[in-house]
């Protein structure tokens, strides 16, 4: 059974510009959340999608923001890209909403931006 | 923000050697749950523990967890080389929608 996975796995976009990062969550996870990781920090969370439904939202502008398709698959679109987006953006699966049970992590996209 | 803090932020052992690694949080929390990174990439899930328990294990891997000191410590034995990584606690803060991570420990394990 095939993991999470995300496109692209590289990006390099620049200043202004807006991207588009896809996710496909584990067949059968319903659950759908978005992190940010910083070269030398942990994740942080930006979103949680549940059922097609956003369930959460960190503290990030409203250049972020997410959707999720009936197939459960999930985009996170960020828009007039600072440098400081510049991350590894990683998606997560989960059967269920809760954070009781385990996060199934795809490999990240690397966003660079110039 | 992060909740999280690991300590220590870099270790080096040997092979064959023991690596501990603690985790410090701030509030209440529903359970705790220990990742691992290799080089940058996708995080791959280790170990859960809820906050009603006080020790697990799983393979090589023992987690303990005090809530009275907010603190859990992950323990590898026998490291190997593959074990090199960095690793990270997470919880929910008694959120049912996110993980707050720690900044995370660097482990090298030298063969």
């Known amino acids: 059974d095939a993991g999470v996975t995300q496109s692209p796995t590289h990006l390099i976009k620049t200043r202004g510009q807006h991207v588009t990062l896809r996710c496909s969550p584990i067949?059968?996870?319903?659950?759908v959340s978005w992190y940010q990781q910083v070269l030398g920090q942990g994740p942080q969370f930006i979103f949680q999608?549940?059922?097609?439904?956003?369930?959460g939202r960190g503290n990030f502008p409203d250049r972020f923001s997410a959707r999720q398709f009936p197939n459960y698959s999930s985009e996170l679109n960020v828009n007039a890209l600072l440098l400081g987006d510049s991350a590894l953006y990683l998606c997560?699966?989960?059967?269920?909403?809760?954070?009781?049970?385990?996060?199934?992590f795809g490999q990240g996209t690397r966003l660079t931006v110039v | 923000s992060q909740q999280g803090e690991e300590d220590p932020q870099a270790l080096s052992i040997q092979e064959g050697e023991n690596a501990t690694m603690n985790c410090s949080y701030k509030?209440?929390?529903?359970?705790l749950q220990w990742y691992r990174q290799n080089s940058g990439r996708g995080l791959v899930h280790l170990i859960l523990?809820?906050?009603?328990?006080r020790e697990k294990h799983s393979g090589r891997l023992r987690v303990t967890l005090d809530t009275s000191k907010k603190s859990s410590s992950l323990l590898i034995t026998a490291s190997r080389a593959a074990d090199t990584a960095s690793y990270f606690c997470?919880?929910?803060?008694?959120?049912?929608?996110?993980?707050?991570f720690g900044k995370g420990t660097l482990l090298t394990v030298n063969p």
């Open positions: 067949s059968g996870h319903k659950s």
């Open positions: 997470a919880t929910d803060e008694g959120s049912n929608y996110k993980l707050t």
């Open positions: 999608y549940y059922e097609k439904e956003e369930r």
């Open positions: 509030t209440s929390i529903n359970n």
């Open positions: 523990i809820r906050s009603n328990e």
């Open positions: 997560a699966s989960s059967l269920v909403r809760s954070m009781n049970t385990e996060a199934f």
